[in-house]
């Protein structure tokens, strides 16, 4: 089964420090990735995904990602990060077809930037 | 364009009350899902829909039923309410798979069963 990991619980930066959060994955076939963010109280907002083509992905809010097959990664990464970041982070995996519809979620990892 | 709404947003419960969450999308998509999401385990998928009129299993589907009669609509029922289900319940629909689109999310019911 298509699954993802997300190894940090908790990562704490300071504001304009970079920002990374970990995702690693195990699928059979070629992976589609994808990042979601979770601000307190609200509903899971897409931020980016990875589906074939450059292995550095942009995204929203001046997020991107970075596809790594040898080391079967897709880490998030900020350059610069703000106080306004603080959230919780979800890496997923679409599962395979005829079911690739599915999104199969990690644990989350919960972001702090403090100012 | 509301995208994906949640009624409720918060629900208190007794042990063996039962209860419907609505979904509602406007976005025309053809597959709904529902999740619930508890600390340290990410969304579990519930149920989940890939037209009108059909629902399938998810991973956790057991104390729970939906029902698909509108495209627009996905509902979600505890007919017996347990402790255990105490969590928040996450509603969420995508267009067809052949873009690999990305989900898109309600804003949550937050459910507490005493």
């Known amino acids: 089964a298509q699954s993802v990991a997300q190894p940090e619980d908790q990562v704490n930066v300071a504001e304009g420090n970079p920002l990374t959060v970990k995702c690693t994955y195990s699928?059979?076939?070629?992976?589609?990735l994808f990042w979601y963010v979770q601000y307190p109280n609200r509903g899971l907002q897409f931020l980016l995904k990875?589906?074939?083509?450059?292995?550095l992905v942009k995204g929203s809010y001046g997020f991107e990602a970075e596809f790594n097959k040898s080391q079967t990664s897709f880490h998030l990464k900020k350059p610069s990060a703000l106080v306004s970041d603080s959230a919780l982070y979800f890496c997923?995996?679409?599962?395979?077809?005829?079911?690739?519809?599915?999104?199969?979620f990690g644990a989350g990892t919960t972001v702090t930037v403090r100012a | 364009n509301a995208g994906v709404t949640q009624t409720p947003k918060f629900r208190v419960l007794k042990t063996g009350q039962s209860m419907t969450l609505l979904c509602a999308q406007d976005?025309?998509?053809?597959?709904m899902y529902w999740y619930r999401q508890d600390p340290g385990m990410g969304l579990r998928l519930i149920h989940y829909?890939?037209?009108?009129?059909?629902?399938a299993k998810g991973e956790v589907p057991d104390g729970y039923n939906v029902s698909r009669l509108k495209k627009q609509n996905f509902l979600l029922g505890l007919e017996s309410a347990a402790p255990s289900q105490t969590s928040v319940y996450f509603c969420?629909?995508?267009?067809?798979?052949?873009?690999?689109?990305?989900?898109?999310f309600g804003p949550g019911t937050r459910l507490t069963v005493l």
């Open positions: 969420a629909s995508s267009p067809l798979a052949g873009d690999y689109n990305e989900q898109f």
């Open positions: 699928v059979s076939g070629n992976p589609y």
């Open positions: 990875y589906i074939t083509g450059d292995n």
């Open positions: 997923a995996v679409r599962d395979l077809p005829p079911n690739d519809y599915k999104l199969s």
């Open positions: 976005m025309n998509h053809e597959y």
């Open positions: 829909s890939v037209g009108e009129g059909t629902t």
